[in-house]
């Protein structure tokens, strides 16, 4: 009995160590690409791990684990930025993760159509918010002051995050705060693209 005990933990242990090493996350890939497929259109964006790894092992963490599934875009300021992945569709907040280390001297500008790290006043305070900027927003670059860390480009669907900017927003009591879409715009699905 015991021995067929022991051979099931062995067996138990083979398959949770089989199906953890399917997860790909690229990390030899210097420019992953991450597909968000969103109920206004897909996008897909190019990561700069060369530049930014710290911030893009973290973002990628996230979607191979599912996390930025059915998360909304719970901010947007007509030609400033258009911030989410950290709330579900019923304002849920989703589990943080640990804050990570501020690499906004990387020389990536937080340009249009720029992915970049969100966080509070604490430099390195970024978790799992991201938002997309709308414009070329030089004062989130870093200067005498820490900026906010760009990590990867639209290389497609840039007519959804125009879209996405064109929204409709209000105050929202439910939520507590201004600018948030009338309509929700939702992250259906985050995904890895395989390398090519």
Known sequence: ?????????????????????????????????????????????????RKAPITVKNFISYVVKGEYNNTIFHRVVPGFVAQGGGYDTEFNERPLGDKIFNESGNGLKNDRMSIAMARMSDPH?????????????????????????????????EEVIEKIAQSETHYSSEFGSADVPVKPIVIKVATLLPQS
């Open 1 to 49: 009995m015991k021995k067929l005990f022991s051979l099931l933990i062995i067996t138990l242990s083979l398959s949770f160590s089989i199906c953890a090493k399917q997860v790909d996350t690229q990390d030899s890939n210097l420019y992953p690409r991450v597909q968000l497929e969103t109920n206004l259109g897909t996008i897909v964006l190019e990561l700069n791990r």
């Open 125 to 157: 305070s970024a978790i799992r918010q991201f938002y997309f900027n709308l414009s070329d927003n030089n004062n989130l670059n870093p200067g005498r002051d820490w900026g906010y860390t760009v990590f990867g480009y639209v290389e497609s669907g």
